[in-house]
């Protein structure tokens, strides 16, 4: 022992000793031999205990000190337990006659000792008067009307053996021998019928009665059994095992079978009831039951055992794939087995659901939507417990699921949060040998910009139709998180060129901002393009909070949009719900133009417009028209009402408005009445006419 370990013995637990192991609670139980009876002077029949460690396995080589009280020597004071971890022992009756006062009998109790463990046997020396033992053995009970003694297999039976054992001879005549085992078993130890005490065996109590109550099991048969008391045979008695209650349900065909779906399985489903003893029931009615319900069809079903306690039924497979499971059970649900099947899973096509296209993600985020494929068979009908796996094939990102299967609508899902790199990300989805791809983006923090679907007029909201000074509306995601609605820029003034932290500008210039909007999800900003603005390549910045997103786009010299309003379809059976846009028109009696106040022929209107091309140093941005004059236009525009052209009185820049034009014209002294007559207008630009979005004018009579 170290000298560390000496001061940690004495630290920790006070003494120990060099070389010791640590030994955990151990048990000693009685295998045999408790409750015999020996004749004096004789040696009894081994006694025989287990010692187990405190995992409850046997311990050899373990020293089992052995103690006597009450009379009689031990054959050995220690023994030692052998590979099964048992120990056994024998002891020498005592001399009963030598006993003053005389007794008929001697009761020894003997321990069995292993460290803490013990355990205490308790045997019977009987004295012997002219060659007759003293201590004899009474039958009460069964009587030889009541044999053989029948019961089911498996079951205890209902009239139990009772033996009453006392002595016959000596000064103790008549007393009751306590703590002497009884036991039943065949007369026949392979005989497959067998018979015993409930617990093994039973012990006499202070009026020296036992009672076994007796367990039958084994074939169905009959045959003889023998009562011992301590450890001689007294009684030879009769008994027969009849069939028990149902026990057990044994599969004897068409487990682990495979199928297409619809498929009728070529092997029928075949079970056997049978009791505790393995016999077979005849007449037990049972249920076949899909465990999961429809996935399975059952005919030709078998549901009462027949002679040899057989059953069946045939099964078609449903379409869902995967591991099905049918079972098997008694009507009253107390026993049953379960059949494992598989339906094969057949694949002829994978496609994509949703998740693809879709916004692209801030890194390190999560990507709005999951990414959805779906499964179908031949029939293009969904498979369900079709395997899907999903792979990132490029970029940086995490998946949510790898692997998994569909669901009953034969779809299967991921979640899909892009790494920290910005980029392209391509995840595969696969089903058998079919693939489909997912493309996806990830991006710096602040706003996600398509070049290809951001740019908008403002009025006609013809994609990338802008121009020096007109109104543009930019759609991106990630410009107005937590906005419901719009934020509108003030009233009267100047407009701001941040609002709701986002701001815009071209090549560097600041945009004036007319709202910040999301509406069901649709981001965007309405801004005016700076006059700034060089016509051809520019560079737009999108910036909300602290992120930002810089986009190609192309401006044009003009990009004329009517600014338009809706209202109910006249020519609809359910105009409301079938909205159609008219102009913004003002009649010369300053009302604004409606279904039910039309323009009137030889009226001359005012059209509001945003796009056109101002004479060079007449108009800056973010500036209305001067208070003493108005800023007119030279640029010819022209306006077609009815599909013809008309006379344009004036373009002047609009009073308190920003990047909006008020385009006079007279509508035709004969021109014909009706609610949605086309109107549009358009000016020469770069050697062609640039054309606004066709619109309607109300004209009535």
Known sequence: MTFARFVLCILIIGACLAGAEIVQAQTVTIVSGNGMVAQ???????????????????????????????????????????????????????????????????????????????????????????????????????????????????????????????????????????????????????NSSTIACVGGYAVTDSTGTATCNLAFGGKIGAGGFTVSVGNFSFFDLSFKVIAGPPANINILGGDNQKGNPGAVLPIPLVAEVTDLGGNDIAGVPVVFEAVVPGTVAFTNVRDTSDGTGRVSAQVTLESTGG???????????????????????????????????????????????????????????????????????????????????????????????????????????????????????????????????????????????????AVVTISCTGIAPGIQGSVVAQAFGGLPTQVASVSVTFDGVLAPIYNVSNVDGHESVTVQVPYETPVGTTQIVVTQGTGSTTVTAQIVSAAPGIFETWVPNP??????????????????????????????????????????????????????????????????????????????AQVVYARNLIGVWEVQFDVPADAPSGLLLPFALGIPADGRLAFSQGSHIPVGQ
């Not at 971890?85 to 005389?102: E, L, M, R």
């Not at 279904?595 to 022929?601: C, K, S, V, W």
């Not at 209305?624 to 306006?639: A, E, R």
Request: hydrophobic share 40%; with cysteine.
């Open 40 to 190: 004096a002077v004789h040696v009894s029949p081994p006694m025989t205990v287990l010692v187990r460690d405190a995992a409850g396995n046997p311990v050899k080589n373990a020293t089992v000190n052995w103690t006597i009280q009450g009379g009689g020597v031990l054959s050995n004071p220690q023994t030692t337990t052998d590979s099964n971890g048992q120990a056994t022992n024998t002891f020498v009756g005592v001399d009963v006659a030598s006993i003053t006062p005389a007794v008929s009998f001697v009761q020894s109790t003997i321990t069995a000792t292993y460290g803490t463990a013990k355990v205490q046997l308790t045997e019977t020396t009987a004295g012997i008067v002219n060659g007759i033992v003293e201590v004899q053995a009474l039958l009460i009970s069964p009587d030889l009307s009541q044999l053989p003694l029948v019961g089911a297999a498996g079951q205890q039976g209902t009239i139990p053996t009772k033996i009453q054992i006392r002595a016959v001879l000596g000064p103790q005549q008549g007393k009751g021998v306590p703590g002497v085992a009884v036991s039943a078993s065949p007369d026949i130890p392979t």
């Open 323 to 469: 591991n099905v499971q049918v079972r098997v059970r008694t009507a009253d649900g107390k026993v049953a087995k379960l059949f494992n099947l598989t339906v094969n899973i057949v694949i002829a096509a994978l496609q994509k659901v949703s998740g693809d296209p879709q916004s692209a993600a801030v890194v390190e985020t999560q990507f709005s939507s999951p990414l959805i494929v779906q499964v179908n068979d031949g029939s293009s009908q969904p498979v369900q417990g079709a395997p899907v796996t999903f792979t990132l094939t490029s970029g940086d990102a995490t998946l949510g699921t790898g692997s998994t299967t569909t669901n009953a609508q034969g779809q299967a899902s991921t979640i899909v949060t892009a790494g920290a790199t910005p980029g392209p990300i391509v995840v595969t989805a696969s089903s058998g040998d079919f693939h489909v791809t997912f493309n996806l983006t990830a991006r710096l923090s602040g706003p996600a910009c398509d070049p290809k679907n951001m740019l908008f007029n403002g009025a006609s909201f013809i994609k990338n139709a802008a121009s020096p000074g």
């Open 571 to 648: 020519a609809s059976a359910d105009p409301f719900s079938n909205l159609v846009r008219i102009a913004v028109l003002v009649r010369p009696n300053g009302t604004f133009v409606s279904l039910t106040n039309p323009a009137q022929p030889g009226e001359r209107m005012r059209a509001y417009v945003t796009g056109l091309i101002p004479d060079p140093g007449t108009v800056s941005t973010d500036v209305t028209s001067p208070l003493d004059s108005d800023v007119l236009i030279t640029t010819p525009v022209i306006v077609g009402v009815n599909n013809a052209g008309v006379h344009v």
